[in-house]
């Protein structure tokens, strides 16, 4: 569904954001991005949605290699991928179902199947009887879901979502997790990038751990720390890059970045 | 239909939240086109005027009563061996009581109380070329028959003088405030952008395609420009009746030009001033969206 191949960006000011990742994510699959801050998970969705350009290296998504992808097709890409962020990027003049039904408006989608589908959504999300309030009448849970709804109205095969639950207590990022997993279920690709180690360890699904650009830890039923995966029964899959001589073992938390790492195992 | 309904909602909600800067825009647009139609419409009066100042007649001789008919006729057949008169024709005066009838029939007090006798006989000169009305006038200036001659020469002259000077005018400060009012409308776009600057981002992000995005914007640049040029040319419009109305029962000067004209040219305008503000809004979306 998602294949990358030695992919590299530079930005501007020879910043290297991506060094040579490659990454295979097949159709159905519930992949986690972890690592520290600049790492580049934001940067690789961003390539994925085609919002910047590689540097190098090749991309394909939902069977399209968008490298070389001419600008104007972009729109039916990114029709394919639904995106949730952080900060939800709701519109506050709009409703919860006006929110919802705007993504299938912009498609030119007729009235009636709008209506039907964002009902269906917002009843998938929890959010049914909430259909009329706009978004800052609601919690930032309830937003994180209308957001989720948003993404998900247009049943799109692949969900990209950066740092979902980065705004949300644990209580609420559990709730959005529970609609995640059951989009997932549905055989919708699910990638999501993150820095919550609870619900990393909690799910136990692929594990993609970036480092200043680089693929350190590809490991399926994984945990957020590589080295907690010793006192694990898991069957550990290293990633190519691992086997790479690395200057840092992806193994030992770094102390460089202490920001990301968490001040106890618990 | 829903759809092209709800663009065009898009690009007049739009155009509500901006509506001050909006109001500027359509000001230049306005006063630009104005200026441009307004210069426009006196060029076709001076066009007019000088059709009819060059088919008609240029020169009168008004005749002194004491002179003889024979005299007349002889000054008559002098006039006419000149090299550059075309054709002269002599009013005697009954022919000048039956003009001035016609001329002032809407005035019966004064036909009543004028005495026919007083009236002169004229020679009515045409010039092969206009510009040699100066030399007959002069030449005639000293002949004994000769009470007077007129000549619409002079006023002609000034009409020359002034349309051109209006023209130059009219049309500098047209093309002025023509690239104003296109940076005018840039510039509103840009705001309009800026003012739904996240609605924008969501769009791409659910994949609206790029002219679902853009159109919005065109059209609400097209209107402006539109509505502009609409003013314009209304306020000319108007403006043109207003002269018209003033035109006197002259022989030699219109005020007026023809509604063909005012339609044709005003069609031309409006498509003008639609243009000019997709112009604008194409510059102010240049950068932007590009996916």
């Given at each position: 569904?998602?294949?990358?191949?030695?992919?590299?960006?530079?930005?501007?000011?020879?910043?290297?954001?991506?060094?040579?990742?490659?990454?295979?994510?097949?159709?159905?699959?519930?992949?986690?991005?972890?690592?520290?801050?600049?790492?580049g998970?934001?940067?690789?969705?961003?390539?994925?949605?085609?919002?910047?350009?590689?540097t190098r290296?090749k991309?394909?998504?939902?069977?399209k290699?968008?490298?070389?992808m001419?600008?104007?097709?972009?729109?039916?890409?990114?029709?394919s991928?639904?995106?949730?962020?952080?900060?939800?990027?709701?519109?506050?003049?709009?409703?919860?179902?006006?929110?919802?039904?705007?993504?299938?408006?912009?498609?030119?989608?007729?009235?009636?199947?709008?209506?039907?589908q964002?009902?269906?959504?917002?009843d998938?999300v929890?959010?049914?009887?909430?259909?009329?309030r706009?978004?800052?009448?609601?919690?930032g849970?309830?937003?994180?879901?209308?957001?989720v709804?948003?993404?998900?109205?247009?049943?799109?095969?692949?969900?990209?979502?950066?740092?979902?639950?980065?705004?949300?207590?644990?209580?609420?990022?559990?709730?959005?997790?529970?609609?995640?997993?059951?989009?997932?279920?549905t055989?919708?690709?699910?990638?999501?990038?993150?820095?919550?180690?609870a619900?990393?360890?909690?799910?136990?699904?692929?594990?993609?751990?970036?480092e200043?650009?680089?693929?350190?830890?590809?490991?399926?039923?994984?945990?957020?720390?590589?080295?907690?995966?010793?006192?694990?029964?898991?069957?550990?899959?290293?990633?190519?890059?691992?086997?790479?001589?690395s200057?840092?073992?992806?193994?030992?938390?770094?102390?460089?970045?202490?920001?990301?790492?968490?001040?106890?195992s618990? | 239909?829903?759809?092209?309904?709800?663009?065009?909602q898009?690009?007049?909600?739009?155009?509500?939240?901006n509506?001050l800067?909006?109001?500027?825009?359509?000001?230049?647009?306005?006063?630009?086109?104005?200026?441009?139609?307004?210069?426009?419409?006196?060029n076709?009066?001076?066009?007019?005027?000088?059709?009819?100042?060059?088919?008609?007649?240029?020169?009168?001789?008004?005749?002194?009563?004491?002179?003889s008919?024979?005299?007349?006729?002889?000054?008559e057949?002098?006039?006419?061996?000149?090299?550059?008169?075309?054709?002269?024709t002599?009013c005697?005066?009954?022919?000048?009581?039956?003009?001035f009838?016609?001329?002032f029939?809407?005035?019966?007090?004064?036909?009543?109380?004028?005495?026919?006798?007083?009236?002169?006989?004229?020679?009515?000169?045409?010039?092969?070329?206009?510009?040699?009305?100066?030399?007959?006038?002069?030449?005639?200036l000293?002949?004994p028959?000769?009470?007077?001659?007129?000549t619409?020469?002079?006023?002609?002259?000034?009409?020359s003088?002034?349309?051109?000077?209006?023209?130059?005018?009219?049309?500098?400060?047209?093309?002025?405030?023509?690239?104003a009012?296109?940076?005018?409308?840039?510039?509103?776009?840009?705001?309009?952008?800026?003012?739904r600057?996240d609605?924008?981002?969501?769009?791409k992000?659910v994949?609206?395609?790029?002219?679902?995005?853009?159109?919005?914007?065109?059209?609400e640049?097209?209107?402006?420009?539109?509505?502009?040029?609409?003013l314009?040319?209304?306020?000319?419009?108007?403006?043109h009746?207003?002269?018209?109305?003033?035109?006197?029962?002259d022989?030699?000067?219109?005020?007026?030009?023809?509604?063909?004209?005012?339609?044709?040219?005003?069609?031309?305008?409006?498509?003008?001033?639609?243009s000019?503000?997709?112009?604008?809004?194409?510059?102010?979306?240049?950068?932007f969206?590009k996916?």
């Amino acid at each position: 569904m998602i294949l990358l191949e030695d992919v590299t960006k530079v930005y501007e000011g020879g910043i290297v954001a991506l060094r040579d990742v490659s990454l295979d994510v097949q159709k159905g699959e519930f992949v986690f991005m972890v690592g520290p801050s600049g790492s580049g998970k934001s940067t690789l969705i961003r390539l994925m949605l085609r919002e910047e350009p590689a540097t190098r290296g090749k991309i394909w998504v939902a069977g399209k290699d968008i490298t070389k992808m001419p600008s104007w097709k972009v729109p039916n890409l990114r029709r394919s991928i639904g995106t949730v962020f952080q900060d939800f990027k709701l519109l506050p003049n709009r409703t919860v179902s006006e929110n919802v039904a705007f993504a299938l408006e912009v498609l030119g989608r007729p009235k009636t199947v709008i209506n039907h589908q964002v009902a269906q959504v917002l009843d998938l999300v929890g959010l049914a009887t909430k259909g009329d309030r706009y978004p800052l009448q609601l919690s930032g849970g309830e937003q994180q879901r209308v957001s989720v709804a948003r993404a998900f109205v247009n049943r799109p095969p692949i969900l990209l979502a950066d740092e979902p639950t980065g705004n949300l207590d644990p209580a609420t990022s559990v709730g959005i997790m529970r609609i995640l997993d059951r989009i997932n279920r549905t055989g919708t690709t699910v990638l999501m990038a993150t820095h919550d180690h609870a619900i990393v360890d909690a799910m136990r699904r692929r594990v993609v751990q970036l480092e200043r650009g680089r693929v350190v830890r590809d490991q399926s039923r994984g945990r957020y720390e590589s080295f907690r995966v010793d006192d694990d029964e898991t069957p550990k899959k290293v990633g190519p890059a691992v086997e790479e001589p690395s200057p840092e073992p992806p193994s030992v938390p770094e102390d460089k970045e202490p920001a990301d790492v968490p001040e106890q195992s618990a | 239909m829903s759809r092209a309904a709800y663009l065009i909602q898009q690009a007049l909600s739009s155009l509500r939240r901006n509506a001050l800067v909006v109001a500027a825009a359509i000001l230049a647009v306005f006063v630009s086109l104005t200026l441009a139609f307004g210069a426009l419409v006196v060029n076709e009066l001076f066009r007019v005027n000088t059709t009819r100042w060059q088919e008609g007649v240029h020169v009168v001789v008004f005749m002194k009563d004491d002179v003889s008919q024979d005299a007349q006729a002889d000054l008559e057949r002098e006039i006419q061996s000149w090299d550059e008169v075309d054709k002269t024709t002599f009013c005697d005066k009954t022919c000048a009581w039956l003009e001035f009838n016609e001329m002032f029939a809407d005035q019966p007090a004064l036909l009543e109380e004028t005495d026919a006798s007083i009236l002169p006989a004229s020679i009515r000169i045409k010039l092969t070329n206009v510009d040699y009305y100066r030399d007959i006038t002069f030449r005639l200036l000293d002949n004994p028959a000769v009470r007077k001659t007129v000549t619409a020469g002079d006023r002609f002259d000034q009409l020359s003088n002034i349309s051109s000077i209006l023209n130059a005018l009219g049309l500098g400060l047209a093309i002025l405030l023509g690239v104003a009012s296109v940076v005018l409308i840039a510039n509103t776009i840009r705001m309009a952008i800026y003012a739904r600057r996240d609605e924008v981002s969501v769009m791409k992000l659910v994949g609206a395609s790029n002219w679902f995005i853009r159109i919005p914007f065109l059209l609400e640049g097209m209107l402006q420009g539109f509505v502009g040029a609409a003013l314009a040319v209304a306020a000319v419009w108007a403006g043109h009746g207003f002269l018209a109305g003033l035109e006197p029962d002259d022989f030699f000067i219109r005020l007026s030009v023809g509604n063909d004209f005012l339609i044709q040219w005003g069609i031309l305008i409006l498509l003008f001033g639609a243009s000019a503000g997709i112009v604008g809004s194409a510059f102010g979306l240049r950068r932007f969206l590009k996916v």
